[in-house]
């Protein structure tokens, strides 16, 4: 009988400590996340923990941890990494009010088992000094033989660059696509290498005149060395449109994950993060894009403009990465 009674106590108080949880697989890395999750403690009592990778490997991890894994909420970068989130089956559908309200349904899971937390543009940016200010106004010019030795763009095996091959197949076709990319090689200063941030730096340093990048490491430039504040001051920025539609868009996200042992908790650290407060703070200090209507983005993204987003589907984004992998590769792209 203490036996039981001793067991029942210890199964009574591992409840009680897992209720109290919840536990964050992520893969981004910024401070204003840690500012968010303390934030989230602070108002709920609830205790965040966090383990911290790369997408891929905590996507591998929560297949191989099955039933058995710690996951409660798993947050993720861009289109094709949550597709195959999705594809794996480590989500499970939301139900919440607030969030199918809130969220615009292209920013979200048909089946509701994933919703945007951020946006960031594929922008470009040019050396002042190029005389091109205003001159590109679509995606689609990028394979224009007039910009031949100008365009500084990271590698094929990046997801952005995926995601903005794969929404130009939505638009276009594969075959269009494929000769679009092929001009863009055509058209590259160099090999591709280095992140959004290096071919920006680039353009600064003459190799080049035009830069592919994401809106938000921009603004990361902006808040860094001396150098790289000159090189945000030397640029401008550019949101070009697909011919047919607008500013290519992609996303961060998160989803409960499918095994989640704090299902409620995890529901309000979503919920949370989706809150005007918490979307303001992802704008404002990772210069990203807020989903929420209504909440205020920085100043500095603010003075770049407004943005049109483009009407493709984050679930489009993702159905047709392996398409963009494969034209990339055909067009030649590094």
């Given at each position: ?83 195959r ?34 946006k ?54 594969v ?37 592919i ?35 290519h868009?992609?996303i ?15 529901i ?66 590094k």
């Amino acid at each position: 009988m203490i036996k039981k009674l001793a067991l029942s106590a210890i199964i009574l108080t591992s409840s009680l400590i897992a209720s109290n949880n919840v536990n964050v697989y992520s893969s981004r890395h910024y401070d204003t996340d840690k500012q968010l999750f303390k934030m989230f403690e602070k108002n709920t009592g609830i205790k965040v923990k966090v383990i911290q990778a790369k997408d891929d490997a905590l996507i591998k991890r929560m297949e191989s941890e099955g039933k058995n894994s710690p996951a409660d909420v798993f947050i993720t970068v861009d289109a094709a990494r949550i597709q195959r989130a999705t594809e794996k089956k480590l989500f499970q559908p939301i139900q919440s009010d607030f969030l199918v309200k809130n969220i615009d349904s292209k920013l979200r899971d048909k089946d509701n088992q994933w919703f945007a937390l951020t946006k960031r543009a594929r922008m470009v940016t040019v050396r002042k000094d190029s005389k091109l200010s205003n001159s590109i106004k679509t995606y689609e010019e990028l394979a224009d033989p007039k910009y031949k030795g100008q365009i500084m763009v990271r590698s094929s095996s990046n997801v952005y660059n995926q995601s903005l091959m794969a929404a130009m197949i939505k638009h276009h076709g594969v075959e269009y696509a494929t000769t679009w990319a092929k001009g863009v090689v055509a058209n590259m200063a160099r090999d591709p290498k280095g992140s959004d941030r290096d071919q920006a730096r680039g353009i600064n340093a003459g190799l080049g005149s035009i830069a592919i990048m994401n809106t938000y490491y921009l603004g990361k430039l902006a808040n860094g060395s001396l150098s790289d504040k000159e090189v945000v001051e030397n640029v401008n920025v550019i949101f070009p449109k697909f011919e047919n539609g607008g500013t290519h868009v992609n996303i961060s996200a998160a989803g409960v994950a499918r095994y989640a042992k704090n299902k409620e908790n995890a529901i309000k650290f979503i919920e949370f993060l989706l809150s005007k407060e918490a979307q303001e703070v992802f704008a404002k200090g990772n210069y990203e894009y807020p989903i929420i209507k209504g909440a205020e983005i920085s100043p500095l993204v603010a003075s770049w403009g407004k943005i049109q987003d483009d009407n493709v589907t984050i679930n489009d984004l993702g159905k047709f990465n392996k398409d963009a992998v494969k034209a990339l590769d055909v067009a030649g792209w590094k």
